[in-house]
């Protein structure tokens, strides 16, 4: 039997028509840049996440250099964060002219440890950037509470987490809701994807949103007419159009993946050499990654490979260890819980359109290895 990691091709079955429409009102009006779909898709993403202000953008990667840009970073300013995420988190640190400085996770998690923050921030640290990795946010409450004392933003790293929620004080909040500004990933993997890259942008401070609309559009809201140095970031009407689409169908889908992370984690359960995801009593996973922390992880990958079984490893390597960010000075060793994580993890494919009986050839598939 045959699982792959993401089967894109299942999902589109169910919607084609749907989103194909969409895409003709686009193709039909021949608008393609920003205009009523775009505008429509930040309205929406707004609602969703419970925020006054929504900006579409090119990629989750602009989504997060954007909003960092709008804070006038200068060299030797620092934005903290964690090492344990996709590379594009401490790209856009560094992008906007910041140095990335970072702070070990919790190990059951995988998220910032709010213990080791308060620790990392300096008289330069310009920003916080936590990121909700897998599709569960991180401790919010605490990493606001730092940021608080210290006067300087949150930018929440949002990319794997649309729609994604923590109890707070007794209050269900929105991945997006608390932190100044949010970046969001409409990469096609994603819960919520395009047809190509594509992003967004929220924010509860208007100041960043506002800057974050003039600077997708190179630096000026009138053409031609420049306030700051921008550059071409539009949200694609396109993709725009294909988001609008599939937006009604995403808590529906995000409720599938967690229906098939609770059977893996029952059929999982008693494999001393796994474990299995753990969720945060506060937290609504959207799973848009199931990761295993397992013993002879590689190994286990290349078993479940020969049984037809898509793997994934997010992430091999910390990023404190990649070779662009020697020049930060940090060695192995300097965050453990992120580099015993890059041995053990190992993501299952948890799509929505899974089937019972392929999930069951995974548990399997798993349960042998390990001499079940
Ligand atoms: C945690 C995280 N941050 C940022 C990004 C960047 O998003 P994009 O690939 O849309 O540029 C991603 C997407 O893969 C991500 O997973």
Known sequence: M????????AQHRTIRDEVVAKV?????????ILGQPVQDLEAKLAELCRVKHAVGVASGTDALLLPLKALDLRPGDEVVTVPFTFFATAGAIHNAGAKPVFVDIEADTYNMDPDALEAAITKRTRAIMPVHLFGQMAAMERILAVAARHGI???EDAAQAIGARRRVDGAWRMAGELGAATGFSFFPSKNL???GDSGAVVATDERIATRVRRLRVHGGLQTYFHDEVGTNSRLDALQAAVLLAKLPHLAAWSAARRANAERYTQGLAGVPAVRTPVTDPANEHIYNQYVLSVDRRDDLQAHLKAHGIGTAVYYPLALHLQPCFAYLGYGKGAFPVSEAATARVLA???F?????AQQEHVVDAVRSFYGD
Request: glycine share 6%; hydrophobic share 50%; net charge negative.
């Open 2 to 9: 045959n699982v792959p990691l993401l089967d894109l091709k």
């Open 153 to 155: 933003p949150v930018i």
């Open 193 to 195: 994807g395009g047809w």
């Open 348 to 350: 299952l494919p948890v």
């Open 24 to 32: 003709m009102e686009v193709v039909d009006a021949q608008l393609f």
């Open 352 to 356: 929505p359109e899974l089937s019972q």
